[in-house]
């Protein structure tokens, strides 16, 4: 009985939660016209996304958010990872203030950045160009902070034993560190690219071209244009939707890990 | 050279591709914006050179600003819908999802999804959901809801703020439910076994012990939740864009302009010395709020 209940309750409650997310696709999936809500798609069709996808525009779109988040999420973990070996396991000068300075940095709202950052990347010259939409945000300093922790934990032996046998500093980063903490690193990776895939206000303030658009910016610029075309926005939506979900359902362990580390410690 | 010298070059070498970009582009952008707060821009051909220094006048402005104090009111509004709301449904998804019946992980994996989805998209989704005439659930709500039925939930004043707060926590509430089951998972069972010797029963040990030894956790939801409240923006993008407008304090309002809402319109519109101003006020008050928050949560 108190299984059945059980049942009864997350099974209700799932389907609350992915009611908007079924509803989009089965939309999108109607003839154009027959968007009238509560009927069901009589007809399944791909009609709208070919649309989506070919006449406006949105497979370069999705290419522009595949290129920005991919390579935003490659760079901004390496990077992350290559200073967390220095603050994980090296002394040098100033190295408390520096880690204290770019933690504080995570207490000021995103907004703050913005201006004085389409300030520069205006005077850089570039304003519509990939540039622009990625390289401010390559210092991801949550990841810094988690990759930090996680290499603080690998025994100093390791490394020495492989100084002795005359390894540089660098492979030893490669070759020891990165291997070892892999799950973290892949956690980083992971939410930097689920954060430049759906990093809409920064995108739509540098991508001022329609070929610059990625997804997000596009699907504004797409509702503002044709105000009543439901069943083309519901597949533009999904379009934006489906990589990330089917990213999160194959990599789920290392999302939930990264967010419970991060609460824990933070 | 010597070996200090060596090793902290050696150090260096690593941090300096982070703490480059971290210097450009947050640390410089953020005394850049204190500065750009006490100043006007003149000239839009030369953004860096064309300003004029006019002291305090963006925060005296901003005092002044009717819209800015009812941005604050409503963001307060919303803060106040979606904080508990969040809290109450991150908790009871976490304590459903401790009984460790099979397909568990699928169900874990459903709630969690929508956190990993963009604000804008699921936003204009809801839109949908929401709308007057042809939405869904005017449709099937039709005899109960009057007028609501042409406006939509989000064309009326009244319902339009717990509408998105609704759509927002149902996005986001599988973030909480992950933190809050790692707090239950830290709870000793001794404890629960000592209050039943007690007699104590299930709604009261929730109340009693769950409830208080969970505390960390929701203090972190409440200050997560007052900083998102500030600078909630693509949600309210997408699904209001500031709307309706209601006639309150002798001008028209829109009911759902929140402050990243009021700030964007600033940016948008090149006042970007307001902008700045508002963004220093807002990050001032999420401090001042979390901070005092934390403070009376300790104190008891």
Known sequence: MKKFL????????????????????????????????????KKLTLYNFKKVLFEFGFSRFFLNSLIVALSSATVSTLFASLAA??????????????????????????????????????????????????????????????????????????????????????????????????????????????????????????????????????LAMFKSAHEEAYTLEMAASSVSIVPISLLFIFAQRYFIEGITQGAVKG | MKKGVRDNINAYIFILPFAFIFIVFLFLPFIYSIYLSFNQVTDFSDVFGGLSFVGLKNYLFLFRDKEFWWALVVTLYYALIIIPLNIVVSLLLAILLRKRYRLNSMYRTFFFLPFVLDAFVVGIVWTFIYAGR??????????????????????NAKTVMPSVALAMTLKGAGFGMILYIAALDGIPKEVYEAAELDGATGLKKLWYITVPLIQPVTTFMVIIGIIGALSAFAEFYAMTGGGPIVYKWGTPLGMTKVTGLYLFNHFSNLRLGLAAATSFVLLVLALGLSITYSKIQRKR
């Open chain 1, 6 to 41: 059980w049942y009864f309750s997350v099974t209700l409650l799932a389907i609350i939660f992915m009611f908007p997310f079924v509803w989009m696709l089965l939309t999108a999936l109607k003839e154009p016209g027959t968007a009238l809500v509560l009927s069901l798609p």
């Open chain 2, 134 to 155: 042809y939405g869904l659930l005017v449709n099937i709500l039709k005899p109960l809801i009057g007028s609501i039925y042409e406006t939509g939930f989000l064309g």
């Open chain 1, 85 to 218: 070996f220095a603050f994980a396991k090296k002394s040098f000068f100033m190295k408390e203030y520096l880690f204290w300075l770019f933690i504080a940095s995570m207490m000021v709202p995103g907004l703050l950045y913005v201006i004085p950052q389409f300030l520069i990347v205006y005077k850089l010259g570039w304003i519509n160009t990939y540039w622009g939409m990625i390289v401010p945000h390559l210092a991801n300093v949550f990841g810094l902070f988690l990759i930090t922790q996680f290499m603080r934990q690998v025994p100093d032996s390791l490394l020495e034993s492989a100084r002795i046998d005359g390894a540089s500093e660098f492979k030893i980063w490669w070759r020891i560190m990165v291997p070892l903490a892999f799950p973290i690193v892949a956690t980083v990776f992971l939410l930097n690219f689920q954060f430049h895939w759906s990093n809409f206000l920064w995108q739509l303030i540098v991508a001022q071209s329609e070929e610059m658009y990625t997804v997000p910016v596009g």
